[in-house]
Structures are given as C-alpha cells and as structure tokens.
C-alpha cells in the first residue's frame, strides 16, 4: 500500500509567521500535487510538481518535489489569516491509474 | 474553465431510499472519478471512469453503483446505504488517465447523510 504521510499533522501559527508543511513516501511518483480544502468544500488544486527537483512558486507558496519524486514541501511566507485551511498533497502513481491523498495538514492562522 | 459540478450539494435519504449523485464537466476530460472523504480524513478513491469505460473499482460495496452516460457526466447511484456511509463525495474529472501525469480537478462535492 502507497502512503504519503504529511507533517505537521496540525499548526496553528499568528499571521506573518512562516511555515514549512511536508510530504514523504517511500514510493515514487509520476507527479504530485498540493490542494487546499475548506471546511465543506472540494479540495482545489494549488499546483501540480511533475519533475524530480522542481519547484514553483505561487505568491507567497513555494512548492518542491524532491530529487527522487518520493517527497514534497510546502512553504508559505507570512501567512494570512486567508490560508486557514487543510492542505493536502496527493501522488499519481506510476503502476496504477490513482491519485492517492496524503494525510493532511489541518493549518489555523490567526490574526 | 476548470469547472466540475456536483448536484445535489446536500442529500439526506433513508436505509431504503434510492437516490442518485451527478457529476458534470464540460473540459473535455476523458476520465472522471469518485472519491469518499469522511470528516477529517482525506479523500478515498472510490471509482475511475476513463473513456467512458469503469477502469477501477476500489472493492467498493454494490450498494454504490456508478454510471457514465457520456462523457460529460458521471453518476452514483445509491440503494440500502447504511448510517456509516454518511459522508462528502467527491467527483473529480481529469484530460486523460491519471498514469499521464494529468492534473485531476474535483467538483465541490456532495454532502451525504444517511437516517
């Protein structure tokens, strides 16, 4: 069974605050991307990572998969109250036709 | 336009109802997915739909039955649900199959309550 395992589980930090959240397996991926959930609402996709080293930028969210395509990072620069959410990385598999989620990063942060 | 519709947003049925999720996007995907999330956990794969064809099926329980009548639309047919069964489902479509490296886009879901 593929796992991506996701850290923090949870973090709760004051605006202007920077963050690092994680993404390993010890699996390999063809591509991995990064979602952000709200409460009652469908995850939307934040960026899609396809090459080992890779990384993008979206405003203040640098994203990075890593050398070997096993693990990813999220950093967020001063964070704002509007990034509250869950983050979630998901693995396209190289084998099988699935997209599998990591186990989330519940993210809270305050004013 | 990367718009996936999910209808209804909100369903309460009971144990013997049967009752019907939609799922509609009009991008040109060719394959379109399931997916169960339970409160806070993430999303499960529940079904793969590519070229309008059932490519996988995650030993799902028959009182879940999928349907692709063209596609653009995608449904899930429920029948005998059990109170375990309440949860958010998920419609996601993507270009091609997923082993492509194609971005998968989710709809914003269907909240179910099984009574």
């Known amino acids: 069974t593929q796992l991506l395992e996701q850290s923090p589980q949870f973090l709760s930090i004051q605006e202007g605050e920077n963050l690092t959240v994680y993404c390993n397996s010890s699996?390999?991926?063809?591509?991995l991307q990064w979602y952000r959930q709200e409460p009652g609402e469908g995850p939307v996709l934040l960026v899609t990572?396809?090459?080992?080293?890779e990384v993008k930028k979206l405003k203040r969210l640098t994203f990075q998969f890593g050398d070997a395509r096993k693990d990813s990072s999220l950093h967020i620069t001063a964070a704002q109250p509007g990034d509250t959410g869950l983050y979630l990385c998901?693995?396209?598999?190289?084998?099988?036709?699935?997209?599998?989620f990591g186990t989330g990063t519940r993210l809270q942060v305050f004013p | 336009d990367t718009e996936v519709t999910q209808t209804p947003k909100h369903l309460v049925m009971g144990m013997t109802n049967k009752k019907s999720l939609k799922c509609e996007q009009h991008m040109g995907h060719r394959a379109m997915y399931w997916y169960k999330q339970k409160a806070k956990k993430p999303p499960e794969l529940m079904f793969v739909y590519s070229y309008e064809k059932l490519s996988i099926n995650e030993s799902v329980p028959s009182r879940f039955s999928p349907e692709c009548p063209n596609s653009s639309l995608l449904n899930l047919h429920l029948h005998a649900l059990q109170p375990e069964d309440s949860a958010l489902y998920l419609c996601?479509?993507?270009?091609?199959?997923?082993?492509?490296?194609?971005?998968?886009?989710f709809g914003e879901g269907s909240w179910l309550t099984v009574v």
């Open positions: 699996s390999v991926f063809s591509s």
């Open positions: 996601a479509s993507s270009q091609g199959q997923a082993i492509l490296g194609n971005t998968i886009y």
């Open positions: 990572v396809v090459t080992g080293g």
């Open positions: 998901a693995g396209l598999s190289y084998n099988t036709d699935k997209l599998i």
